[in-house]
C-alpha cells in the first residue's frame, strides 16, 4: 500500500509520513469479487478494512431476511472501524457490490500504532462522529418520513455531494436504493414515478434530473405530501 493512498483517506489525513509508512507496512491487500462476503454480522471484530476500489455495503438483516443498507462505500473511507475500539463482534455485515480490493488493517497491529500516536485515535474519533451523525439522520428518516420524504431526501444530498448537480446518475440498483431507504423496489418505483408526473424530477434510465428542487426540499421536510 503506498503512502500516498493512505494520505487521500480522511482516516489517515495529517499523519507524518514516518508514521504513514509504519501503516502501510501493517496493512494487507484484500481481493474482492462482486456479492463476496466481507465479514458476517457477528463474525469476530478481527480488524478493520479501508477501501483502495470498488464499491462495499454495509447492511443488516432483520429475522425475515429483509435487507436494511447501512452505509455505502467507496474508495479512501473505511468500514469496521469500530471492532478497533470495542475488540467485539462485527455489529453489521458487508458485501462487496463490485469488483474491488480492500486494505485490511489487524486489530492488534493497528492498536499498537495508535499507542505511539495519539493523532491516529483522533482521525478515527472523527470519523465515527461522522458515521454517528449519519445514523441519527437515518434513523430520523426511517422512523419520521414517509418513504416520498426519504427519496427527496437522498435525492437532495446526492445533489449537494455533486456540487448541487440537477442531473443525477444511481450508482446503485433501484432494488439497493429500496433498501437503503427502508422500502420495497415496487414502492420505490411507483413513487420515482408519481415524482416524475408531479414534476419534481425527470426520469431517464439511471439518470434522474431535478426538475424542482424547492418543490423537493418541501417534500422532504414533509410540508408536502404526494
Do not use: C, W
Not at 461522522?130 to 445514523?135: D, N
Amino acid at each position: 500500500m503506498s503512502v500516498q493512498e493512505l494520505a487521500a483517506s480522511p482516516l489517515f489525513a495529517g499523519l507524518d509520513p514516518a508514521y504513514l509508512e509504519k501503516l502501510a507496512r501493517i496493512a494487507l491487500l484484500k481481493k474482492f469479487e462482486r456479492g463476496q462476503t466481507v465479514f458476517a454480522e457477528g463474525d469476530p471484530g478481527n480488524g478493520f478494512y479501508l477501501v483502495q476500489s470498488g464499491r462495499f455495503k454495509i447492511f443488516k438483516l432483520s429475522f425475515d431476511g429483509k435487507e436494511q443498507i447501512l452505509h455505502l462505500l467507496g474508495a479512501g473511507e473505511p468500514f469496521g472501524e469500530v471492532a478497533v475500539f470495542t475488540g467485539r463482534s462485527f455489529p453489521a455485515a458487508a458485501e462487496a457490490m463490485e469488483k474491488g480490493r480492500a486494505f485490511f488493517f489487524a486489530r492488534d497491529d493497528f492498536v499498537r500504532l495508535i499507542a505511539t500516536e495519539p493523532s491516529l485515535a483522533m482521525n478515527m474519533l472523527a470519523v465515527l462522529s461522522m458515521r454517528l451523525k449519519k445514523f441519527a439522520q437515518m434513523i430520523e428518516s426511517l422512523s419520521l418520513k414517509e418513504v416520498p420524504g426519504r427519496l427527496a431526501t437522498h435525492l437532495l444530498l446526492l445533489s449537494d455531494q455533486q456540487d448541487g448537480a440537477a442531473r443525477l446518475r444511481l450508482s446503485i440498483t433501484k432494488a439497493q436504493l429500496a433498501s437503503l431507504l427502508g422500502t420495497i423496489p415496487e414502492t420505490l418505483s411507483r413513487i420515482l414515478a408519481k415524482m416524475s408526473r408531479e414534476g419534481f424530477i425527470a426520469l431517464d434510465g439511471p439518470m434522474i434530473t431535478i426538475a424542482n428542487r424547492e418543490g423537493l426540499a418541501e417534500l422532504a421536510m414533509g410540508a408536502i405530501r404526494i
